[in-house]
């Protein structure tokens, strides 16, 4: 059995549920025929997240392979490759730009990004994705940072390489990987020269005057905040709007705020999550999940999509129901929940609340079935989302009420 088939791409859900019934691990393969093991289940998956047995640093490996290897070291010695005490320290370095607190002063801003961004969607058919999805994320990430504006579609057109690689590509990855290092290493420079109110200046700082990381981990630093802070945020929004087109009565509920748009979110994040997989991880001793021995050093992805689906943990669990408690798994557990879960939520929340109160009758401008996914394992999301939208005046109660006026959502 392998999970790698691209067949599998348009609809895990039906492989996953078929796992899922047979046991709570299984042993496959990568690409490039490294075996793997693979979580399925809910309880087994949560407790994995958590488990300190279950290292994140490659050096733990017992076999390497392309597949394991990909980033060159320039931009690998970051938080999604490190255990304690080094995760510990970097982390602390990055989360403060993504505390609750921090998040919710960018409210405003995000407020005006998207109606920016809805002003120039009404008339014909409008890819969803380009217009509204890509670009919020994306600005909102970038002016944290302090990316320069002319530089962000070299990066989103890099990362698209790296996460949906095609085949007989590693030529085509490599190249975006130099070119992200490049610009990186360009951007930091400037921050030397030129440091202002962003994040990347103050890791730089960090780097330059308390010397509390070095520079291979601040040029990884960057590229993981800037890679990570704004994909899966593209695809919580666009697999949210899916959801919510594809459940029409949810439009209205929600416009009219009987349904939290903030609900919807959460059980998106269950029902479709834009990052299927964990970070994988290599075991530091012989472990027993379910009813499988991993041996030591042996690698472990945790399949968040299939843990999410679990009919032990969450009844009907292919229904769309944002009545549940939001149980999920999409932002991981334990000490590597991802920072950027606050901001993504609020992002998502403030794309599409707007969204459907500024287009008041909102369709698929094409039949379900002819969406096409990235052909990507790593992530959950959709090329392309062709939306029907129609201007004209809405009159619910305070539905046209600013989100940045109401409380907070951290």
């Known amino acids: 059995m392998t999970l790698f088939d691209h067949t599998r791409i348009a609809d895990p859900t039906t492989t996953y549920a078929r796992l899922r019934e047979a046991a709570a691990v299984h042993r496959t393969s990568t690409p490039d025929g490294q075996p793997l093991w693979v979580i399925t289940r809910y309880a087994e998956a949560r407790a994995a997240l958590a488990d300190p047995r279950l290292s994140l640093n490659k050096a733990n490996a017992r076999t390497s392979g392309e597949y394991q290897s990909s980033m060159p ?3 690998d010695a970051h938080l999604l490759n490190m255990d304690p005490p080094d995760h510990t320290r970097l982390r602390s370095l990055v989360a403060k730009a993504f505390t609750p607190r921090r998040i919710a002063t960018l409210r405003n801003r995000i407020q005006a990004i998207t109606d920016d961004l809805l002003d120039t969607m009404a008339g014909p058919p409008t890819d969803l994705m380009a217009a509204l999805a890509v670009p919020l ?3 909102v990430i970038c002016e944290l940072l302090g990316i320069p504006e002319k530089d962000r579609h070299d990066f989103r057109t890099w990362t ?3 996460l949906s690689p095609s085949p007989g590509s590693a030529r085509d990855s490599r190249t975006a990987m130099r070119q992200m290092h490049q610009f990186l290493t360009g951007v930091i420079q400037d921050k030397r020269s030129h440091p202002a109110d962003d994040l990347l ?3 730089t700082q960090a780097r330059d005057e308390r ?3 070095s520079e291979q981990e601040l040029l990884s630093l960057a590229f993981l905040t800037l890679f990570a802070g704004y994909d899966n945020a593209v695809h919580l929004i666009g697999n949210t709007a899916l959801a919510l087109l594809l459940h029409p009565h949810l439009m209205d509920d929600v416009r009219h705020h009987t349904v939290p748009i903030r609900a919807v979110i959460e059980e998106a994040l269950r029902w479709n999550p834009p990052f299927p997989l964990g970070v994988r991880r290599f075991a530091l001793e012989d472990l027993t999940i379910g009813d499988v021995v991993v041996p030591a050093g042996g690698r472990v992805w945790i399949s968040i999509a299939s843990a999410n689906r679990d009919q032990r943990a969450f009844p009907s669990p292919d229904t769309f129901d944002p009545g549940r ?12 929940y991802c920072l950027g879960a606050p901001l993504a939520r609020l992002e998502a929340e403030f794309a599409l609340q707007s969204l459907l109160q500024r287009f008041p009758t909102l369709e698929l401008a094409v039949p379900a079935d002819e969406l096409t996914w990235w052909p990507s394992f790593h992530k959950r999301g959709l090329r392309a989302l062709p939306i029907q939208t129609h201007t004209q005046s809405l009159e619910c109660g305070n539905a046209a009420q600013p989100l940045a006026d109401r ?4």
Do not use: K, R
């Open 73 to 75: 070291p320039e931009l």
């Open 137 to 139: 994320p994306m600005g």
């Open 160 to 162: 698209n390489t790296l």
């Open 201 to 203: 200046s103050a890791l």
């Open 211 to 213: 010397e509390t990381l």
């Open 325 to 336: 408690a939001p149980a999920h798994l999409a932002f991981g557990h334990g000490i590597h």
């Open 407 to 410: 409380a907070p959502i951290c």
